[in-house]
C-alpha cells in the first residue's frame, strides 16, 4: 500500500535519552517534512527536505535533527529528549516542494511522551 | 507575524450544513488548502483554492476570498462520519505552510 510508514506509534522516553523517530515513503516524493502537533496549536514545521541529499530547518527546528540521504528515508532524531518534546510528531511528503498545489501525504504519526 | 484563525470547536445536526470560517494574515499568498483529521489519524487532503471564489467536490465546498484573507469550508448533508478536526493552512510567499490550530466538529444525531 502506497504512503508514508512512520515508527514507532507511540514511546515513552526518559529526559536525555535519544531517540530516533523513522519516516518512510513509497512513493517517490522528492520532498519530506516533519511537523509536531499539540493542542490548541497549528501543525509547526521542525524540518524539511526538498530533495535527497538536502535538509532545512523549519520553524521550531531546536533540539532535532534530520538526515536523508535517500528519497524514501527521512529519520527524525532527539539527541537528549526533554519534556517540552512531548508532541504527536507527523511525517509528510509532497511530490514538489516549490509549487502553489503543494499536497501533503501525512503518516499515521508518532505520539512520543518525555518524562 | 503570520496568523491563521479558525473555531475551536462548533457542533452541528447530521443532515444539515455547516460552515466553518478561516481568516488569515502572512506574508504573501500562493493558495489556501484545508485537511481533515479524524481523532488519533493523520491529516487528509480535502481542498486546494489559490483563486477567488468557490470549488465544489461532492458535499464538500471551499471559497476563498483574497482581498479579505478569508475562506471557509461547507460540508453539506453531513454524516457522522464527518465527526473531525479541519485544518486550515495557507502557502505564503516562501512557499512555506502556516496552519491554524483547527476547527473539531461535533456531529450530533
Known amino acids: 500500500i502506497a504512503g508514508i510508514t512512520q515508527a514507532p506509534t507511540s514511546q515513552i522516553l526518559a529526559a536525555g535519552r535519544r531517540m530516533t523517530l523513522r519516516c518512510t515513503q513509497d512513493?517517490?516524493?522528492?520532498?519530506m517534512y516533519w511537523y509536531r502537533q499539540d493542542l490548541g496549536l497549528g501543525l509547526r514545521l521542525i524540518h524539511y527536505s526538498n530533495t535527497a541529499g538536502t535538509t532545512g530547518k523549519g520553524e521550531v527546528p531546536d533540539g532535532y535533527s534530520v538526515s536523508r540521504a535517500n528519497t524514501d528515508d527521512f529519520p527524525l532524531t532527539l539527541a537528549s529528549a526533554v519534556p517540552s518534546q512531548t508532541s504527536v510528531y507527523f511525517c509528510?511528503?509532497?511530490?514538489?516542494?516549490?509549487?502553489?498545489?503543494?499536497?501533503?501525504?501525512f503518516g499515521a504519526g508518532s505520539r512520543l511522551t518525555v518524562l | 507575524g503570520q496568523n491563521i484563525d479558525q473555531p475551536t470547536e462548533m457542533t452541528a445536526t447530521e443532515g444539515a450544513i455547516v460552515q466553518i470560517n478561516c481568516t488569515y494574515q502572512?506574508?504573501?499568498?500562493?493558495?489556501l488548502f484545508w485537511y481533515q483529521q479524524h481523532a488519533g489519524e493523520a491529516p487528509t487532503f480535502l481542498s486546494y483554492n489559490v483563486l477567488d471564489g468557490l470549488e465544489e467536490k461532492g458535499r464538500f465546498s471551499s471559497f476563498l476570498s483574497r482581498s479579505k484573507g478569508y475562506s471557509y469550508l461547507l460540508l453539506k448533508e453531513l454524516q457522522m462520519k464527518d465527526s473531525a478536526s479541519y485544518l486550515c493552512a495557507v502557502m505564503d510567499s516562501n512557499y512555506q505552510l502556516i496552519w491554524g490550530a483547527g476547527t473539531k466538529l461535533i456531529i450530533k444525531p
Open positions: 509528510a511528503s509532497s511530490d514538489t516542494q516549490v509549487s502553489g498545489a503543494n499536497v501533503l501525504t
Open positions: 512513493m517517490r516524493h522528492n520532498a
Open positions: 502572512t506574508s504573501g499568498f500562493n493558495g
